[in-house]
């Protein structure tokens, strides 16, 4: 090779011009270092562990400027994470500034406040240890969700019976507060007040990066309120991010949240308290109040004559007291009464008891008592020309004739609890030509299908057990399915029977769906017990029926009968 | 149902809060409204399909030299700046506290010059000037007599709402 040559070589290497080689190698470089970057990361780290500690400083650096510039972002993102971090040590440093501002708006100059303090000095603790330890009886009255930067109201949700005031101004003047306060205090920009005194409530915040979740509570309101506040809050933060970010005005996609709001209606009553405090108050009553209060022994006593009274009062069949209690000078009476005996009332006044102060509950019930069944009997046959007679639970007619027995007739007849066998033998026949024996078959069966569907059997609360006083309307709906079961097989209707639960809307939805459930097969089960073919009758639970009117009837079993047409049932036939 | 909160700015006396005209009377006492110097009031806007409810704003103590807490403008959906016509130097406040609102809000602007029953001692260049700022509205009204109030509150809150109709495109 000529020296020339070599030179060249060598010039090309490592002379001036190397960077054609360089280059040639840098072209290369990234698929080189890319194959072995993890792992010459890995080797290195495991070597001397350098390797984090040249990052980390870096990462940070990198971090906060990024946080830096899109703050509401990382905040919006981070949130779920650190937000209990957060509102911790928020909390720490509000509630600091919060007894503060309280002093000065609320007690220093209220009659409550001083009379507070004096009440702290005088049992050597401090004013705020004196305020917890009170009685923590509190009721949320209103839970309000609000939109942050704007202060509008997303939705509210009142207690029971509160007196609300405006919620949407509420709303808005906590985020003028909050707005007046955040300037106040410019050091701390993510902060919020979670307690703001007014005359008569106490509201309490939970606060999230775009929405503010308040309670208005009368009385104390215990720090657990605050936590819970914080959760629901923190739920709907998560499940209505975007609705709560994109938000310009239109509130109704927040009608959705009205059960998180809802487990918010907390309130306690707490009675142990109450029982400490109750000597103290008495004997302070005693001194103060002699007189007062002897009249209360007085109208206590009065009650009492009224409660024996009622004890001993002669019963009357169709009424049964189930029980008397008394309750701050009123008296509940429970009592079962059949639709068609005397009045509750009636009868109370014909034993002279004075009914001002006397609270009745009647519950339904069907009195087997022999002058209930014949006072049922002389309803339905009152303006015929028919006499009758009853032994045991046979109902014997005389007199008349077989076409003024109508199927009507006969089927209230049958329809009487304790009525299980209806005697017309005695009743003089004639000849009805007009109607054939299928026609009336049909009126019978028609009418027999309404009088099923009337009929009703209650339950307790959270019973799904038949109570002994439901029992004859059990016998009665199994003395209508027979009967109609026997048309229905002389008409060649195939028919099937319905029967459905319901329970009242109080208390777990789902377990009351389980309940009407429960008290729809506990029905079957007696019916077939009682000789009902199983596979006529078929169960459903409904769930809940919101009759708050009448809470008892909507605790209930009814009946309905299905009947299928030709057609239906060649259609069931193919499914 | 669609809830708007609108802002109410100006001079001392303008007559912000004759505008509103009902007070506050929820359960927040004087001494908070004093204290945090907003007055907050609802109105109702019924239009034949739909119900707009506002919730007016009224930032007290603004001026050209004392400002106004900037937080109060969030989230608003528009804002009111007020002037009283028969007292010029409040157009300089106006135009101040404009300013500064821009800056914190992209929200539309509505100028009031306000006591139209009285004689205006504006003058014709001062109006001109008007045109340079880009008010979505100009508007005279007379909180006194009732001209032109409600018809501010109808305007705003039909641009506003129409603002927030979920798909505006
Ligand atoms: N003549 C007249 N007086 C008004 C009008 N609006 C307000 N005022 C009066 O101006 C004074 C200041 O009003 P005010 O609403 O308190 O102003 P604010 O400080 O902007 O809230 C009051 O005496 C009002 O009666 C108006 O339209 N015409
Ligand atoms: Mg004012």
Known sequence: MPNSDIKNVQSLLLGENNELITDAVRKDARNIVGEVVTEAIHDRQAKDGSLVKTIAPMMENAISQSIENN????????????????????????????????????YSLTLKGIKWRIAAWRQGVSFTQYILKQTFVYRVEDVLLIHK?????????????????????????????????????????????????????????????????????????????????QQTLDDIHQLYFTELDEFVGDTAPFIKTESHLRSCLLSELNQSEQEKKAPWLAIALLAILMLPLSYLGFQQWKTQQVVNA???????PGLHLESVETDSGN????????????????????????????????????????????????????????????????????????????????????????????????VRPIRQPQMSENQAATLLFDQLKKELASLTITFDKQSADIA???????????????????????????????????????????????????RAEQVKLSLVAEGVPNNMLHAVGIGEVPFAQVEFEARAVMFSLISLSPQNQARNAND | MISLKICLIGGSAVGKTSLVRRFVDGIFSEKYLTTIGV????????????????????????????????????????????????????????????????????????????KSDLPSKLTQIQLDSLADFEFSHVITTSAKAGDNVEKLFELIAKQASMECEPNGE
């Open chain 1, 71 to 106: 703050k509401a972002t990382f905040v919006d993102a981070m949130y779920p994470v650190v937000g209990s971090l957060v509102r911790k040590s928020v909390s720490v440093f509000f509630n600091s500034f919060l007894e503060k501002l309280n002093h000065l708006i609320e």
């Open chain 1, 149 to 229: 930067t704007s202060g509008t109201l997303l939705l509210d949700v009142a207690a029971e019976q509160s007196e609300c005031n405006d919620p949407e101004l509420t709303s808005a003047m906590l985020t003028a507060i909050n707005d007046f306060m955040m300037d106040s205090f410019k050091h701390n920009e993510e902060v919020i007040l979670d307690t703001i005194k007014t005359q008569e409530l106490t509201l309490v915040l939970a606060n999230s990066p775009k929405a503010i979740l308040v309670a208005a509570v009368s009385g104390i309101p215990p720090v657990e309120l605050q936590t819970h506040l």
């Open chain 1, 331 to 426: 008296i509940l009476l429970t009592i079962m009464r059949d639709p068609v005996a005397v009045h509750t009332k009636s009868w109370l006044a014909s034993n002279e008891l004075d009914l001002a102060n006397i609270v009745i509950i009647e519950k339904r019930f069907a009195s087997l008592a022999p002058e209930v069944i014949h006072l049922k009997a002389q309803k339905i046959l009152g303006n015929t020309e028919f006499k009758f007679h009853i032994e045991g639970n046979e109902l014997r007619l005389t007199g008349g004739n077989s076409r003024q027995l109508s199927n009507q007739l006969l089927s209230e007849l049958n329809s009487i609890p304790g009525i299980n066998q209806l005697n017309t033998a005695a």
């Open chain 2, 39 to 114: 007055k907050i009031d609802k109105k109702q806007i019924d239009f034949d399909e739909s119900a707009v409810q506002l919730l007016v704003w009224d930032i007290e103590g603004t001026d050209k030299f004392s400002g106004f807490n900037p937080r109060y403008l969030n989230g608003a959906a528009a804002y009111i700046v007020v002037l009283d016509q028969s007292r010029p130097d409040t157009l300089e406040d106006a135009i101040s506290l404009y300013q500064q609102a821009k800056v914190v809000s992209q929200s539309p602007a509505y100028l009031v010059i306000n």
């Open chain 1, 468 to 518: 002994s006083n439901m029992l004859p309307f059990v016998v009665s709906a199994k003395v209508h399915i027979l009967n109609l079961i026997q048309l229905a097989k002389q008409l060649s209707v195939p028919i099937g029977i319905v029967i459905s639960g319901y329970s009242d809307s109080t208390g777990n939805q789902a377990q009351n769906l389980a309940l009407s459930q429960q």
């Open chain 1, 310 to 316: 009622l004890m001993a009062m002669p019963t009357t």
